[in-house]
């Protein structure tokens, strides 16, 4: 739907629409935000009579106050909406239309038309249900959401049982989305090649400290010849173990957190900084690592010196 400034230069019928910028919008009542859980960022939302009536009113997101007002407080400015001569594609469906809609609110950016991204601007006008032969009803429950679909449905078919009335679960309609499809597959394969890397590291890092610490075997020898205590021997072949994999792990991390940001943008609902997991795998590594130094340097230290000067 295009969109203009109220002091951009009015547009003849017809004439250059497609020069104004588009942006998606949406008829919405005044507890829409909230039952959503989308922020106010400044202003307010639409009161019950702008709803009633339609009022030449709208909300914007923060992407559109930056679009039309960066730097400057959009609230009390307006808008011009939309063409007299549009039409919807949809059967019943009334295209917006105004030459002065005031902006009352600004809320936090939504994906609305996209999963994968935030709309880039987006407006909302006041709903009024008397004026539009179809609606969508959103409703928030702290309960089970099978029981209050029953309950909705029942109440509808008793005002009108000629009404037909489709309900689901948010996240359930969400879930038929090819974006979230194929992000979910993605997610899924992601998990499994994580987890086969993740085993890998593992015994890479098993396999790497143990024939480190077993090559310093004639070392250990000369410290326990030399009179170095079995708890000695074991505590230097750790630290030396240790030193090392906090470097591994801190270089593991930030190309860790480089390639998250990455894969966030393919992937719905990924967050780039998940600290439990870079924790989590950083620690189990750290573990195996410590393991892998500690059983050799323990079985080193217990071997008869002349035996470990002779090892090759």
Not at 36 to 45: D, E, F, K, N, Y
Request: include cysteine.
């Amino acid at each position: 739907m295009p969109v203009a400034t109220s002091d951009a230069k009015p547009l003849a019928s017809g004439e250059g629409e497609d020069k104004r910028p588009a942006v998606g919008y949406s008829y919405v009542l005044p507890n829409y935000f909230e039952t959503l859980g989308i922020p106010v960022v400044s202003g307010r939302t639409f009161t019950a009579q702008e709803a009633d009536t339609e009022a030449p009113v709208v909300v914007i997101s923060e992407g559109a106050a930056r679009r039309f007002w960066r730097g400057q407080n959009p609230i009390g400015k307006r808008l011009v909406i939309g063409s007299a001569n549009a039409r919807s594609p949809f059967a019943g469906e009334r295209v917006p239309f105004s030459l002065a809609s005031e902006v009352v609110g600004v809320v936090r950016d939504a994906r609305t038309l996209f999963l994968n991204k935030l709309d880039d601007s987006y407006i909302y006008l006041p709903f009024s249900p008397a004026r539009h032969p179809t609606s969508t009803l959103l409703v928030r429950t702290s309960g089970s959401a099978s029981s209050l679909m029953a309950v909705l449905g029942g109440t509808v078919r008793r005002v009108d049982a000629n009404v037909p009335v489709v309900a689901a679960p948010l996240d359930w309609m969400v879930s038929f989305d090819p974006y979230f499809v194929i992000s979910r597959i993605g997610g899924m394969l992601s998990t499994v090649v994580g987890a086969l890397g993740l085993f890998l590291a593992c015994l890479g890092v098993y396999g790497m400290v143990g024939y480190s610490v077993v090559e310093q075997t004639r070392e250990i020898g000369i410290r326990v010849a030399l009179g170095a205590q079995h708890g000695q021997v074991v505590g230097l072949m750790l630290s030396q173990s240790t030193r090392a994999m906090m470097l591994g792990t801190m270089i593991g991390i930030a190309l860790s957190a480089a390639g998250s940001r990455l894969l966030s943008a393919m992937l719905f609902g990924l967050n780039p900084m998940d600290a439990i997991s870079f924790a989590a795998v950083s620690l189990l590594l750290v573990a195996v690592a410590l393991f892998a130094s500690w059983l050799p340097a323990r079985r080193a230290a217990r071997v008869d010196p002349i035996v470990a000067l002779r090892y090759e």
